[in-house]
C-alpha cells in the first residue's frame, strides 16, 4: 500500500515540464508537488489521497504571477477617466492614498489579493504605496497572511518632490524589513520600490539597490510610463531613464523595469545586454492613454518579461487573464503582425516561465474550459489567452493549501469583506474630498 499523501489532481490538461498532459495527474504533500505524470492514476494511487480533485474540462497550471499592482487602489476604482498619468496622480491619488488609515489598508490590500486569487494568481508583487509608518508596512503583510497567497512587498520610496523622505531614515527602515521580512512568514518577501527616476535621487537609488542586493532581493521601478516622464528625465540628466539607471550602476539582472512603454532601440539594447526583466502593464497603459510598450523588441531580443495588472485605480481590474488577452492583441495592432507572438509566449509571461514540476512548490489553478466562452477547445493555449475568464478560475492552490475551490474563496468571509470595503471606501473618498 502506498503511504498517504495530501493531494491529487486527476483528469485535467496538465501544463508539465515538456507541455500539455492531456489528460495528466498531479500528487501532492506537505505543500511541494511530488509527482507530475500523463494518463489517469491507478487505484491505490487514488487511495492513498486524503483529498482527492476532479480536473475534467480543465487546465492545471501553475499559479499566475501578477507581477505589478498597486493593492491599496482597490478603493479608487473607476477614477482615471479623462485624466493623464499625472494629473491622475495629483487630483485623485496621492490624495486619496495620503487618507487612507491602517483599516482601510488592510481592507483594500485583503480584497485585491482575494480578487488576485479569483484570476488564478498566486504570487503577488505589491508596490506598497502607503509608507507613512512601518506599521503601514507590517499591515500588508498581516493582510498577506490572511489570505495566504504569497506576496513580494515593494516598498515605494520617493526622496525628491512631495512626500520626500530622508535617505538615512529610509536606509534604516528597509534594512530593518529586509532584516525582519523572515517574521513575516514563509509567503512573504521583500523588495526595494523607489517610485520612478524623476522622483528619486542618484545617491539614494543606488544605496538602496545595493542593500537589496546585500539581501538577495531586487529592485523596482517605474521607468518610461509616459513621453512626459522621459522628457522629464532628459531635460535634468541628458539622458534617457534608462541610459541614467545605467549610468547609476543599477541597470542590472535585479533591476525590473516597470512599464517600459517610451523606449526607444539603444534603450532595448541596453536592459538586453544588462539582462533587467521588464514588467508589462498593457491594460493600465492603455486606460491612461499612456502608449503601446514595444512588447515584440522585448521579445526578439530575448528579455524576461512578466505581466502585471497594475493598480485597479488605473486597470480597474486584477484580472490577468483579460490582462495577457490585451498584451497579445495590442502587440499585435502596433506591428501590424497577427503572427507576432503566439498565446503559449504570452501564457508564459503570466506564469513567469513556471511549469508543473516535482519538488516545486504546490502553487497550482484548475481553470474551467467547458464553458459556453471556451469550448470547442482546440488549443488550449488559445483557450486560455484568448477565450477563458477569471470568472472560470475554479480551484487555487498556494503552498499546497486549498485557498480558492469552486470558486469560493476558504480562508474568509468575502461577502463580509465587500461590505466592510464599501464601508470604508464612502469614508474614505469624503475625508479626501474626492
Known amino acids: 500500500m502506498l503511504q498517504q499523501f495530501d493531494l491529487l489532481i486527476q483528469n485535467g490538461h496538465v501544463l508539465g515540464e515538456t507541455g500539455w498532459l492531456s489528460p495528466g495527474y498531479v500528487i501532492v504533500d506537505a505543500g511541494i508537488i511530488l509527482e507530475v505524470k500523463n494518463g489517469h492514476p491507478a487505484p491505490e494511487v487514488i487511495s492513498s489521497a486524503r483529498k482527492v480533485l476532479d480536473a475534467s474540462g480543465m487546465a492545471v497550471i501553475p499559479g499566475l504571477t501578477n507581477a505589478h499592482t498597486h493593492l491599496c487602489q482597490t478603493f479608487m476604482r473607476g477614477l482615471a477617466n479623462g485624466r493623464t498619468l499625472l494629473s491622475w496622480l495629483k487630483e485623485l491619488i496621492w490624495p486619496l492614498q495620503a487618507g487612507m488609515d491602517k483599516e482601510d489598508l488592510v481592507l483594500a490590500v485583503t480584497l485585491g489579493l482575494v480578487e488576485n486569487l479569483h484570476s488564478g494568481v498566486t504570487h503577488v508583487v505589491n508596490h506598497h504605496k502607503i509608507t507613512r509608518t512601518k506599521a503601514f508596512t507590517q499591515a500588508v503583510c498581516q493582510a498577506v497572511q490572511n489570505v495566504g497567497i504569497r506576496c513580494t512587498v515593494v516598498r515605494a520610496w520617493s526622496d525628491r518632490g512631495s512626500g520626500a523622505e530622508n535617505q538615512l531614515s529610509l536606509l534604516d527602515e528597509l534594512e530593518e524589513l529586509f532584516s525582519t521580512c ?145 498584451a497579445l492583441c495590442l502587440s499585435r495592432v502596433k506591428t501590424l503582425d497577427p503572427t507576432v507572438l503566439s498565446p503559449r509566449q504570452i501564457l508564459k509571461m503570466a506564469l513567469a516561465g513556471k511549469s508543473i514540476c516535482q519538488h516545486q512548490p504546490a502553487d497550482l489553478a484548475l481553470i474551467e474550459l467547458d464553458t459556453s466562452h471556451t469550448a470547442p477547445v482546440n488549443d488550449i493555449d488559445s483557450a486560455l489567452v484568448l477565450c477563458a475568464r477569471s470568472s472560470d478560475v475554479h480551484t487555487v492552490i498556494v503552498d499546497g493549501k486549498i485557498v480558492l475551490e469552486n470558486h469560493h474563496v476558504t480562508v474568509l468571509d468575502e461577502k463580509w469583506l465587500i461590505q466592510e470595503c464599501c464601508q470604508s471606501a464612502e469614508k474614505l473618498r469624503k475625508r479626501a474630498g474626492i
Open 182 to 326: 523572515h517574521d513575516a512568514g514563509p509567503l512573504i518577501k521583500l523588495a526595494n520600490g523607489p517610485l520612478t527616476p524623476w522622483r528619486a535621487t542618484a545617491e539614494t537609488l543606488q544605496r538602496t539597490h545595493a542593500l537589496a542586493q546585500r539581501f538577495h532581493s531586487y529592485t523596482h521601478i517605474h521607468v518610461a510610463e509616459t513621453q512626459d516622464e522621459v522628457q522629464m528625465t532628459l531635460e535634468e540628466t541628458g539622458l534617457r531613464p534608462i541610459a541614467w539607471l545605467d549610468s547609476l550602476g543599477i541597470l542590472d539582472e535585479d533591476c525590473q523595469i516597470v512599464h517600459a512603454v517610451w523606449v526607444d532601440e539603444q534603450e532595448v539594447n541596453l536592459i538586453r545586454e544588462r539582462k533587467s526583466p521588464v514588467i508589462h502593464c498593457p491594460v493600465s497603459n492603455a486606460v491612461l492613454g499612456s502608449g503601446i510598450a514595444p512588447l515584440h523588441l522585448f521579445i526578439n531580443n530575448g528579455i524576461q518579461v512578466l505581466l502585471g495588472t497594475d493598480g485597479s485605480a488605473s486597470n480597474d481590474t486584477q484580472d490577468l487573464f483579460e490582462t495577457m488577452k490585451v
